[in-house]
Structure formats: C-alpha cells, structure tokens
C-alpha cells in the first residue's frame, strides 16, 4: 500500500510543468489619509506633543493669516434628518406657540402645505405653518428620537416640509454649542489640549465660511461639512478647548477665510488647487512640509491587487487588459494630479481623486507599479529571457539542483533599477540569490543555480511568488 503511494506521488510529481505562469501584481504606495489639504489633525497633534500652542499649530497650516475674535455668535443650522414621514422628540417645552410637558412625548409630520403636532397617543394638538419651532425648557436640549441622528441637541429643532417628500429636521444652534459638537467627532478628545484647541477654531472658521443656505439648512452633520453629534459630541476637554478660544476664528486680510482640515498629511499638505481639482488657489492653503503625524496609522500604508481584482476596482476605465497606471502630474507633495490608465486597447486619462475613491486609497498619495515573475528552468526550450549557463538533461539534477532563469517585468521602472531575486529558504525567509537590474521596456532576468520558490523584490515591492522545480 505504502510503496503503491509512494510511486502515484512521484509520478504526481513528474508531470508538474516545470516552469509556473507568469503572475503579476499591482502594488500601490501611499501616504496620508484624507484630501491634504489644510491642517492635518495628526500632525498637530504632533505639534501639540512638541509643545506648540494652538496659534503656532495654526499658523503654520494656513499661512499669512491671524487669530481674530468674531463680534457676534451666530446661528448654525444643521440638517439632522430628511425625509421623514413622522419626527418624534421628548424634553420639549414649547412648539410654536404651544407649550407642552418636557416630560412627555410627542410628534410632526406633514400636514397640507405645513406641520401637524400630535401628541404620544398620535391625536392632533395643533397645526402650524412651517418651520415649526421646538425648544426645551430654560434653554435646556431637546431629545430627537428614531433615525440614525437621534440624540440631545441643544437650541431648537426646526421642522418643515422637505422639497421631496416627508420631514425635514434642522437644529438651530447657536455657534459655540455647534462647535462643542462637533471638536471630539472630529479629533479624539485624549489628544493634548493645544491641538484640540487648534480643532475648535478651524471647526468654528469652518461653520462660518462653508454655509450654504438651503431648505432652511446650511450644514450636513457628516463629513459633507463637519461630524456633528450635539449633546453626544461634548466632552471635557474638548469643551475646555471651545471655551478657551471663544469666538476665535482664522482670518487673511482680516477676514474669516475657509480652514479645510483632514486626518493624516503623509509629511507634506497639498496647495489647495491640486488637493481638490479646478479649485483656485488660496495663498493661506499652500503645500507645507509636516512632519508631525508620524504617529498616524495612515502616514504610510500600501494596498495589494492582482490584475483582474484591479480591473473590477476600475471598471470602465482600463480599455482591455491593465498594463500601466502611468502618473503624468503630481502636486507640490506626491499627490497625484493626473495619470493614465494604459490598457491593451488604449489609455483613460483620470485624476488623483478618482483613483483615490475607485481603489478605495486613503490619499491620492500614491504610486502604482506593477510587478511580475516567471521562473524556467534551464532544460526547457523557447526561453528567449534566459541568460546562463546551457541547459542539463532533466534527469540530470534533483529539483534542488536544478538551475534556471527569474525573468519578469516592472510597470513603472527607469532602466537601471536594481532588482533583487530571492529565495524562500528552510526557515520561511527571503535571501537574496542574485541581483540584477531592469532593462528596456521594464524588463529583467537573472539566472539562479538552484530550484526553489523564488520572488523579484524591487523598489520595496515584492513580485507574486514563482517555483523553479
């Protein structure tokens, strides 16, 4: 039986192709997390840990402006909820000119061209034209349940038709409470306090240059504006932080100007007109050297994917079969501006941010190379990349013995470049068999004395593997 087994594995073993097919693997580089452009909210953090103030942290991402106090607290309104067909809510003290019981609960929904209030057990109180005023006792929050926004928000809820249907929910907040919202959603409230205070004014500058008035609202509680959780978002440190820049905003030219802020810079932030394409450029949003978020988990990461899985990702924009993503502009930082998907039957010309969003990237810092290798060994025949010594007879050598060439190709590399051929040893790591460098068109070859697993590992990036056997 034993010696049955031992020869179907042997014979198994003698009509495995000696050579594996060529595999090839797009590896993408990267650096930072978010569009770059603005303060980077790990990297003041880092500035905060090296002992920078707030005013310092600021200055030095949004250039030739000052800190300046704002001589009133305006109103924020935010849209909560849109669409729905009934909005119920607890805590409230007046609606209109209806007082009602905090205690107790109560709803709106459309009613003709305005609301209806009704009370828990659904019979109708009153009906008002639209917006509906809510406001909790003594300035108290009021409760907004049901919805993926429900929660404590301070000021007034405000409720009106919306334009396609069902029930707007928009809360009319002064400034300083919005910002209390919004500071631990953006930033975690562990971080040092000088960063967090950076935070709080670039949110706060933010709120007031980014409004756009629309169907009674001019703010989203997402990242289409900024993360707004109302009571839910207050903590005290972040609070501390507000308080300790009341009514402090950004200004150029002694006027509040737009403070864009995202997560990680990579090491460098982007001038604005490259960091969202067709912008204008702002002389407070140009590209500065930062390294300070080092400590981000985003400041450098890489993504992985074999040529099919990035076709899928790309779709209709690779024309037959991915060759190259060719970057032909980058930014002031690495930023990709503009590059080429180069197919089989022709080239898509694209932006950063539409590679950035269709490979799910973190930044448009990127570079894209494609790596691959083959190995074969020297008793086959047709092997135009070999270069070695003539082939042996294959019964000649055992597969440990059995030499071979590691040939391939890397998409994009300057003629020149090392590569590195390795092999799997006993142990499970890499060793360094041979080296070589990249020829025309992208090219390599190198010939190896032994059989193995091997891989090509080039500017940091390792090939797919491949067996000589």
Request: charged share 20%; aromatic share 8%; no cysteine.
């Amino acid at each position: 039986m034993r010696l049955r087994l031992l020869s179907a594995l042997v014979a198994a073993l003698l009509i495995v192709p000696a050579t594996a097919g060529a595999a090839e693997r797009l590896v993408i580089k990267g650096g930072g997390f978010g569009h770059g452009v603005g303060m980077s909210q790990y990297g003041a953090m880092g500035q905060a840990q090296l002992g920078r103030n707030y005013r310092q942290i600021l200055g030095h991402y949004y250039a030739q402006t000052a800190i300046q106090k704002l001589s009133s607290i305006p109103t924020v309104r935010v849209l909560l909820q849109g669409g729905r067909s009934k909005v119920t809510f607890t805590g409230a003290a007046q609606a209109g000119d209806r007082r009602l019981q905090p205690g107790k609960a109560y709803s709106v929904v459309v009613s003709g061209g305005g609301v209806a209030l009704r009370s828990s057990t659904g019979r109708k109180l009153k009906a008002f034209a639209a917006p509906l005023r809510v406001v909790g006792p003594r300035g108290n929050p009021v409760r907004l349940s049901g919805g993926p926004m429900s929660g404590q928000y301070r000021g007034a809820l405000e409720l009106r038709p919306a334009r396609l249907g069902g029930l707007n929910v928009v809360n009319a907040v002064d400034l300083e409470s919005y910002v209390r919202g919004v500071v631990a959603k953006e930033s975690p409230s562990s971080w040092p306090i000088e960063a967090l205070k950076a935070q709080a004014i670039a949110a706060r500058t933010y709120a007031i240059t980014t409004n756009k008035p629309g169907e009674g609202f001019d703010h989203y509680p997402d990242t289409r504006s900024q993360v707004y959780a109302g009571v839910a978002g207050e903590t005290p440190s972040t609070d501390a932080a507000v308080a300790g820049t009341r009514s402090e905003v950004v200004t150029h030219g002694g006027r509040p100007v737009v403070t864009y802020f995202f997560s990680t810079s990579g090491g460098r932030t982007e001038n604005v007109e490259f960091g969202f394409g067709g912008g204008l450029p702002k002389p407070w949003l140009k590209s500065v050297e930062d390294p300070y978020d080092k400590v981000s988990p985003r400041h450098r990461w890489d993504f992985s994917f074999t040529p099919g899985q990035a076709k899928a990702k790309l779709g209709s924009l690779v024309k037959g079969s991915l060759k190259e993503i060719k970057v032909v502009q980058r930014g002031v930082s690495p930023r990709v501006v503009k590059a080429e998907v180069i197919g089989s039957n022709g080239t898509t010309t694209v932006d950063g941010a539409t590679l950035r969003r269709e490979f799910g990237l973190y930044d448009s810092w990127a570079y894209f190379t494609i790596v691959g290798a083959q190995a074969k060994a020297d008793d086959e025949e047709g092997d135009e990349q070999s270069a070695g010594p003539p082939a042996r007879a294959a019964n000649a050598a055992s597969d440990l013995e059995r030499s071979g060439t590691i040939s391939g190709r890397v998409r994009p590399a300057e003629r020149g470049t090392e590569v590195l051929i390795q092999r799997r040893n006993d142990a499970g790591r890499w060793t360094t068999e041979v080296r070589t460098h990249v020829g025309k068109r992208g090219r390599f070859n190198a010939h190896v004395a032994r059989g193995g697993v091997y891989r090509a590992f080039v500017k940091g990036i390792a090939s797919p593997i491949t067996r000589l056997r």
